[in-house]
């Protein structure tokens, strides 16, 4: 069964603290890995989309990166406004658009 | 550029009752998804239009079904609204029905079902 896992559920940083989550996946014939910000209450922000074991996407101070059965998101020196729940998706070979979520990472960034 | 809007808000309805929840795409997009997000889980997808025909669809029962309209907005129905229908419903709106494509996300409506 097509299943995205992400570790830990919730994390804690004081500020400047780097750290990584974590995003495993079992899907057959991957075609994109995406990640998405999400703030209380409001719909899903695009972030990055990988596409091959290898590849690494950058924006200020997240990373992401993709092996052949899972991703991470490095957060370099993190600041109180990166405190949101992260989100990854795996889309699959079938073009229906369906995207397997999983149950993100809660993260707190503390000043 | 416009982004990817959702009508209403928040929306209250009692069990047994029908829902409409509206979404309008991003400019330039022809795809739209909907998915339900329950409190503390992930999104899970319920089905995909592409140019005006359902091009896939999730594990949710035949009360949810859907529209897609020539300028590419896109309409949710609920029928028989249950208490676990309680959850923010998401549209996403992408540039073509294909799987790499980026799914750009509106805000959501909060359905609440009493």
């Known amino acids: 069964e097509d299943q995205v896992t992400q570790s830990p559920e919730a994390l804690r940083l004081q500020e400047g603290e780097s750290s990584s989550l974590n995003c495993s996946y079992t899907v057959s014939g991957l075609r994109g890995l995406f990640w998405y910000r999400q703030d209380p209450g409001k719909g899903p922000e695009f972030l990055f989309t990988?596409?091959?074991a290898g590849e690494e996407k950058e924006k200020e101070r997240l990373k992401a990166t993709l092996t052949k059965k899972e991703s991470f998101l490095h957060i370099t020196a993190p600041k109180p406004e990166d405190s949101a729940t992260y989100l990854c998706?795996?889309?699959?070979?079938?073009?229906?658009?369906?995207?397997?979520f999983g149950q993100g990472t809660t993260l707190q960034v503390k000043p | 550029e416009t982004g990817v809007t959702q009508s209403p808000t928040h929306l209250i309805k009692t069990r047994g009752q029908q829902v409409t929840l509206r979404c309008s795409s991003q400019s330039g997009h022809n795809t739209v998804s909907w998915y339900q997000q329950a409190l503390g889980q992930g999104p899970q997808f319920i089905f995909q239009?592409?140019?005006?025909?359902?091009?896939g669809r999730g594990n949710f029962p035949p009360r949810f079904s859907g529209l897609q309209f020539p300028n590419y907005s896109s309409e949710l129905n609920v029928n028989a609204l249950e208490l676990d229908d309680s959850a923010l419903y998401l549209c996403?709106?992408?540039?073509?029905?294909?799987?790499?494509?980026?799914?750009?996300f509106g805000p959501g409506t909060r359905l609440t079902v009493l």
């Open positions: 996403a709106s992408s540039a073509s029905g294909g799987s790499t494509d980026t799914q750009y």
């Open positions: 998706a795996a889309s699959l070979p079938s073009n229906t658009g369906k995207l397997i």
């Open positions: 239009y592409y140019r005006e025909e359902e091009n």
């Open positions: 990988l596409y091959s």
